[in-house]
């Protein structure tokens, strides 16, 4: 096969992996997408996924994968769950079948190996789906009666007589999923406009800087801009250093100054909270009560009980507001093993082969995990197993001093 042949099967592979996406994500949270259509549609791809992967594993055999293991116990711990949600609640395990599929997007690491996908063609995927969430961010502020991405569905249950959204800071806050791509672009560019000031850099870095504030989402913005902030802890060169310090102090000033437009929500938020009726802390009590009611319920998770449903419609209680803990009441006290686990490897034990951009990106995410855990979904689980497969791209470049496909 030669080198157009293979551009031209990365090129259909990565639509097609942008369409997966897309479908996952119900077309950024389209009002009227088709859940039913969507949900069988996923099915016939991640059967096919899952045969493409058996058929072709001898490719595969004896390949060195850096990372491999991590990305098989985060499919078979949530299966465990089958077992506790079948024990504790007595209920059939075919009710987590939804979750099943949805780990199966974490395969397409192994795709990744098999069409030899390149960094940059991911960073290109990336960058197509983070300028698209953006885009919509920026275009339904000036439509509000005509918005269809991320606001209330009429079958949500969350619509507040004609509203559509939530205002924030004078802002729509639509809830758009795919926040991960963002984020690995906005880290991506600050570490490129840390080697080269130039205005290409500087204007991809502030675009996805702005599309992290207009999610207006406090924790998210607070921990991104924290990590920027150590990043110049990171950074081994002199210059790179120098130009960071420079960037963030001008940055810090702009901040101060446009502090009450910018924040005044979220300052106004934080003060009139009460942690004693904060319903994140009502929910991390309930569920911690729920993760040690027995062993099973520790070691294996609850999986998702119908029970779930009416504690979180009608307490308002959420696994997803306590992140990592809410995770560890769905699959178990492993998943938290494993993460910490993962976080050591790419933080620390492989810290000099690991790109800075990656590294800053695990550690935001991190200091996030605790509200917002970062892989809970399909289109996460895909972001998490591409995060994965370019951490093991350097790792064997460093190794056998190669060089990375482009």
């Not at 991405?149 to 619509?159: A, H, Q």
């Not at 990043?231 to 130009?243: A, D």
Request: aromatic share 18%.
């Amino acid at each position: 096969m030669d080198f157009h042949d293979v551009k031209k099967r990365n090129v259909l592979f990565l639509v097609f992996a942008f369409c997966f996406i897309v479908n996952v994500i119900e077309g950024f949270n389209y009002k009227y997408w088709d859940r039913t259509l969507s949900g069988w549609l996923n099915w016939i791809v991640c059967g096919g996924i899952v045969l493409v992967v058996c058929l072709k594993r001898n490719r595969l055999n004896g390949k060195v994968m850096p990372f491999e293991k991590y990305i098989r116990w985060m499919m078979i711990i949530p299966c465990l769950a089958l077992f506790g949600r079948m024990v504790v609640y007595e209920e059939s395990p075919w009710e987590e079948r939804h979750t099943i599929v949805a780990i199966l997007a974490y395969l397409f690491f192994y795709l990744f190996y098999l069409y030899k996908v390149s960094e940059r063609q991911i960073l290109k995927l990336f960058t197509v789906l983070a300028l698209v969430m953006l885009s919509l961010q920026i275009v339904q502020q000036f439509d509000i009666s005509g918005a269809l991405f991320g606001v209330y569905r009429p079958d949500s249950g969350l619509e507040h007589g004609s509203n559509v959204a939530e205002v924030r800071n004078g802002l729509y806050r639509f809830r758009l999923p795919g926040i991960q791509f963002v984020l690995f672009c906005m880290y991506y560019y600050w570490v490129q406009l840390l080697l080269k000031v130039s205005l290409r850099n500087m204007v991809m870095f502030g675009v996805f800087l702005m599309s992290v504030y207009l999610t207006l989402t406090r924790q998210v913005i607070v921990a991104s801009l924290f990590t920027l902030l150590v990043s110049v802890f990171f950074v081994k060169s002199g210059r790179m250093r120098m130009v960071a310090m420079v960037l963030l102090i001008i940055s810090t000033i702009v901040l101060i100054r446009n502090a009450d437009s910018l924040f005044a929500y979220f300052f106004e938020m934080t003060q009139n909270e009460d942690a004693r009726f904060n319903p994140r802390t009502i929910a991390f009590g309930f569920y911690v009560d729920k993760i040690v009611q027995s062993p099973i319920s520790f070691f294996f998770g609850n999986g998702h009980p119908y029970e779930l449903a009416r504690w979180q419609q009608v307490l308002g209680l959420y696994p997803s507001d306590i992140g990592l803990v809410g995770e560890v009441f769905h699959y178990g006290i492993f998943i938290a093993v494993l993460y910490f686990s993962l976080l050591y490897s790419l933080l620390f034990r492989y810290r000099k082969c690991i790109p800075l951009y990656i590294r800053l990106l695990v550690l935001g995410t991190a200091m996030d995990s605790i509200l917002i855990f970062p892989y809970r979904a399909s289109q996460e689980y895909f972001f998490w197993a591409a995060i994965l497969y370019i951490a093991g791209l350097h790792v064997l470049k460093n190794r056998q001093n190669i060089p990375i496909h482009n």
